[in-house]
């Protein structure tokens, strides 16, 4: 038999090491959770930016898609709607300008899922059709002209 004493010793030493444990395992826990939080966001960030970039691009591949049906119909390409390219979905809208043969492109470039658009990216262009050929004047960004882009 154990002696009281040694007794109450051990188990004095038991109930600190529970108690050590149990706060290392908060810790842990802690540390792993802001880990966890860390890397969840950078990964959204990551999400975010590939949807960005992949709408732009479908908006871009849209004012390409305007040049050559500009080209193709000698100015009387008027757009289209919801035209599947890749992975998005682009608009391209095609306005007639003041100026003889020049014409104004607007792309839109949206990521969709079944519920709502995921992302949308609009871009815009002047071009000047000569035959059958066209030429890029200026690109557009919404808030106006981009410096040195031709």
């Known amino acids: 038999m154990i ?9 004095s030493k038991q109930g600190t090491a529970l ?4 706060l290392f395992l908060a810790a842990i826990t802690v540390l792993l959770g802001s880990l966890l939080t860390g890397v969840n ?6 999400h975010i ?3 960005d970039q992949l709408t732009r691009a479908v908006a871009e591949a849209g004012i390409e898609r305007a040049v050559a049906q500009l080209a193709e119909t000698s100015g009387t390409y008027s757009g289209e709607k919801d035209l599947p390219i890749g992975d998005g979905f682009c608009s391209i809208r095609v306005t007639k300008e003041k100026t003889p043969n ?3 492109v607007v792309s839109v470039g949206e990521l969709r899922d079944s519920a709502h658009k995921l ?10 059709v ?3 050929r066209v030429v890029a004047i200026d690109w557009l960004d ?3 002209p981009r410096e040195g882009a031709s």
């Open 41 to 46: 966001r950078t990964l959204d960030r990551g």
């Open 130 to 132: 000569d035959g059958a």
């Open 49 to 51: 930016a590939w949807r």
């Open 19 to 22: 108690v050590v444990v149990v």
């Open 119 to 128: 992302r949308r990216n609009e871009i815009a262009a002047r071009f000047k």
């Open 142 to 144: 919404p808030a106006g």
């Open 102 to 104: 020049s014409y104004l």
């Open 3 to 11: 002696p009281a004493r040694r007794r109450d010793r051990l188990q």
